[in-house]
C-alpha cells in the first residue's frame, strides 16, 4: 500500500513540474510574440481583440454611445435639427431662429441629410477635428449637452449597445457614470449657506465638517419626503433599465455609479452629494459615487478643497458607499503651475477616494513620492485613459505617467472614458499601451486586468465570480495561443 502511495505521489508531482513548466513557455512564448509586434498596429489590434480585458472602471455612459445611435433616434422621430450649428430640438425650431431650421425629413427631401449628419457626428465626437477651430478639451466637453436630448430617450438602445460590444471585445464588467442623480429644490437658506461655506474655504477653517453637518440636518428635515423620493424615483430608473434590458448574464455583468457637476454653488453642491449618497447607499446596482464637468474650471478650482471635505462628510455619514473621483485631469499651462500641487494629495488624504480617475498631474503634486507610496500601501488604484487624456489634455507616450505609477506599486486599470466621443474602444487602450510602453510586459497587462476585476466597486461574492471566469478566459486564450502557428510571426 505504501509502494503504490509513493509511486502515485511521484506521478502528481511529475505532472505538476510538466503542467508548470508547460505553462511558463507558453506565457515565454506570448511574451516573445508581443514584443515581435509592439510597432505592428494590425498584429496588436488582432492581439488584444482576443485577450479578456476584465473591467471598464472609468466609463461615461453617454459619452461611450456612438454618436450613430443617437441620430437613429433623431432621425427615426423626425427632429429638428439647426442648419448652422446643427444643434437639436425634439419639438419645434426656436421662433426667434426659424429660418434655420429643418426637420430631418426635409433636409432628405432637399438632399442635405448625408452632409449635415457627418456634420452633426463631427460636433459630438472627436471624428475630423483639426485642433484648429477650437481648443480639444473644450470641443470634447460641450458634446454632452449637445446629444442630451436623444440621450434621455435611448436609454434602452444605448445600454445594449455598451452591453454587446463588450461582450464582444471579451469584457466581462462595466461600471459605468450613468446619469446625474439630479438636483434638489432651491430653500430659503441656501444664499446664506453658500456665504457661510465660501468663507470656511477661504480660511480652509476646519469647522468646516461641524458647518456640513448642520446642513445635513437642515436639509433632511426641510423637505425629507421630496428627498427620499427623488432618489426612490432614480433608483426605480436603473433598476428597470437593468431589469427590462437583461443586462446581466453569464458573460457580462453591469453596475452603475451617481455622478454629481462639479460646477454649480456649495449648497446646490451639497444638495447633490445628498442624493447621490442617499441613492447609492440604498441600492444594490449602485456601486459608486463620482463627481465630474473639467476640472480646471473656475468654479471647480475655487471650490475643490469644499469638495473635498463634502466627500469626507457624506463617507462619514455612508461609510459602505465607494468613492471614484476625477483628480489631476490637468497639465502645466492649463492651469497655474501651483495649481497642480494638490488635487490628487486632497482626493486621497481629505476626500478618501477609493479609486483615482486619470491622476495625469501626479508628478507635479506636493510630495508626490509620499503621495504614490501612500497610494500603493492604501490599494487606491489610478484610472489610466490613454485617449482621452490624449486628446482633451495633449498627454501621451513619455508625457503619460503610466510608467510612473508602475515604478511606485500603484494599481493601474485601463479604461477607456468615453468611447463614443473619443471614437475609440477599450481594446484600442490596451493596444496603446502595449505599443508606447514596451516595457510592459503581458505579465504586466494580465495583472492590469486582473487589478480591474479586483479594485472595482462589485460585492465580495460577485469579484469572485468575474474573477473565476476570469482566469478560465485566460486559461482559454493562452492555451488558444499555444495552439496557434505563430511561424509566420
Known amino acids: 500500500m505504501k509502494h503504490l502511495l509513493k509511486i502515485f505521489l511521484l506521478f502528481f508531482i511529475v505532472q505538476f513540474s510538466f503542467a508548470q513548466d508547460t505553462n511558463q513557455e507558453t506565457l515565454q512564448r506570448i511574451e516573445t510574440y508581443l514584443d515581435s509586434i509592439r510597432n505592428d498596429e494590425p498584429r496588436l489590434r488582432q492581439f488584444f481583440a482576443k485577450l ?8 461615461h455612459y453617454s459619452g461611450s454611445v456612438y454618436a450613430e445611435t443617437y441620430l437613429e433616434y433623431i432621425e427615426k422621430n423626425n427632429l429638428w435639427i439647426n442648419r448652422n450649428s446643427y444643434a437639436i430640438a425634439d419639438r419645434q425650431a426656436p421662433k426667434n431662429e426659424r429660418n434655420e431650421w429643418s426637420t430631418v425629413n426635409s433636409l432628405k427631401e432637399d438632399g442635405y441629410w448625408s452632409d449635415i449628419r457627418v456634420k452633426i457626428i463631427e460636433s459630438w465626437s472627436k471624428l475630423y477635428f483639426n485642433y484648429v477651430s477650437n481648443p480639444s478639451d473644450e470641443h470634447f466637453f460641450s ?6 436630448i436623444p440621450k434621455r430617450e435611448t436609454y434602452n438602445e444605448g445600454l445594449k449597445e455598451i452591453k454587446n460590444r463588450a461582450i464582444s471585445e471579451n469584457v466581462s464588467y462595466i461600471e459605468t457614470m450613468f446619469t446625474s442623480t439630479g438636483f434638489y429644490d432651491k430653500f430659503e437658506k441656501d444664499e446664506e449657506f453658500n456665504s457661510q461655506l465660501l468663507a470656511l474655504q477661504e480660511t480652509k477653517d476646519n469647522l468646516i465638517q461641524t458647518k456640513l453637518a448642520e446642513l445635513y440636518t437642515y436639509y433632511t428635515k426641510i423637505d425629507n419626503a421630496v428627498f427620499l423620493s427623488k432618489v426612490k424615483s432614480h433608483n426605480e430608473l436603473i433598476q428597470k433599465l437593468h431589469t427590462d434590458n ?3 448574464n453569464d458573460k457580462f455583468t453591469m453596475r452603475y455609479q451617481n455622478y454629481f457637476i462639479r460646477l454649480f454653488d456649495p449648497a446646490t453642491t451639497f ?3 445628498l442624493i447621490a449618497f442617499h441613492s447609492a447607499n440604498t441600492s444594490d446596482l449602485i456601486v459608486g459615487v463620482n463627481i465630474v464637468a473639467p476640472e480646471n474650471n473656475a468654479v471647480s478650482m475655487r471650490d475643490y478643497w469644499l469638495h473635498m471635505q463634502l466627500f469626507k462628510y457624506f463617507k462619514s455619514v455612508y461609510p459602505n458607499v465607494k468613492t471614484a473621483m476625477h483628480a489631476g485631469e490637468l497639465t502645466l499651462g492649463l492651469v497655474k503651475p501651483e495649481d497642480l500641487t494638490y488635487h490628487i494629495n486632497d482626493a486621497v488624504f481629505i476626500a478618501g477616494a477609493n479609486r483615482i480617475g486619470h491622476g495625469v498631474d501626479i508628478a507635479y503634486e506636493k510630495k508626490s513620492e509620499e503621495l504614490l507610496n501612500y497610494m500603493a ?8 485613459n490613454f485617449s482621452s487624456n490624449d486628446f482633451i489634455l495633449g498627454i501621451n507616450g513619455n508625457k503619460h505617467p503610466i510608467l510612473l505609477y508602475k515604478a511606485y506599486n500603484v494599481p493601474i486599470v485601463i479604461s477607456t472614458d468615453d468611447a463614443g466621443v473619443l ?11 502595449a505599443r508606447d510602453y514596451p516595457s510592459i510586459s503581458y505579465q504586466d497587462i494580465k495583472k492590469i486586468v486582473f487589478n480591474s ?10 469579484k469572485e465570480k468575474i474573477r473565476k471566469d476570469l482566469e478560465g478566459r485566460f486559461l482559454e486564450f493562452e492555451v488558444g495561443f499555444l495552439g496557434e502557428d505563430k511561424s509566420q510571426m
Open 423 to 433: 471614437r475609440t474602444d477599450l481594446t484600442q487602450q490596451f493596444l496603446i499601451l
Open 271 to 273: 444638495k447633490s452629494f
Open 377 to 384: 500601501q492604501h490599494e487606491i488604484a489610478v484610472e489610466i
Open 453 to 462: 476585476i479586483n479594485y472595482s466597486f462589485l460585492n465580495k461574492s460577485e
Open 246 to 248: 437583461k443586462i446581466d
Open 143 to 148: 458634446t454632452f449637452e449637445k446629444f442630451s
Open 52 to 59: 479578456p480585458k476584465g473591467a471598464d472602471l472609468h466609463h
